[in-house]
């Protein structure tokens, strides 16, 4: 069976360097043998890619990438604290917040970015919320928090 470096891997993807935080926060802590990572926004190089509002500035197809993404930076803050990826036993939780126009009702499908990653990486199944938001930090269409067991 393949580790979740490898599936990663596999997947043409590597774990981004944590960014920064943009606040007073750390990007993840461990909690006997949970971690907890803190909101992680759809950025490359310090930038949010395809900022706005989703349904109105940014479709659902480009947010549910973004999510992706969002999920990727907030398991490179998981492994960092878990000491590398393949210390990664399972996903627990998924929190998506989505910056939606209020006619958007579509959350649970732009998560599912997030979740598919997830799953395709580490392999288990887990509980999930998908919340939509007027607005996200620095405009992000998507913020994306996880609990993973390490």
């Known amino acids: ?45 310090g930038k949010v890619l395809e900022p706005g509002i989703v349904g109105s500035q940014v479709s659902p197809e480009v947010a549910t990438e ?23 036993r399972r996903v627990v939780k998924v929190v998506v917040y989505v910056a939606s126009d209020p006619a ?11 979740s598919k990653l997830l799953g395709e990486v580490i392999g288990s199944a887990h509980a999930r919320s998908a919340v939509g938001v007027a607005v996200l930090p620095l405009n992000a269409p998507v913020e994306v928090e996880i609990v993973v067991e390490a």
Do not use: K
């Open 1 to 45: 069976m393949s580790t979740p470096s490898e599936r990663l891997a596999a997947l043409g993807l590597e774990l981004p360097t944590v960014p920064a935080p943009v606040a007073s926060y750390i990007p993840a802590i461990r909690v006997g043998d949970q971690i907890w990572t803190s909101g992680q926004l759809p950025t490359r190089d």
């Open 66 to 88: 973004m999510a992706q993404l969002a999920a990727l930076n907030a398991l490179a803050a998981a492994a960092e604290v878990a000491g590398g990826l393949d210390n990664i």
């Open 104 to 114: 958007f009702v579509a959350q649970p499908q732009v998560a599912n970015g997030a």
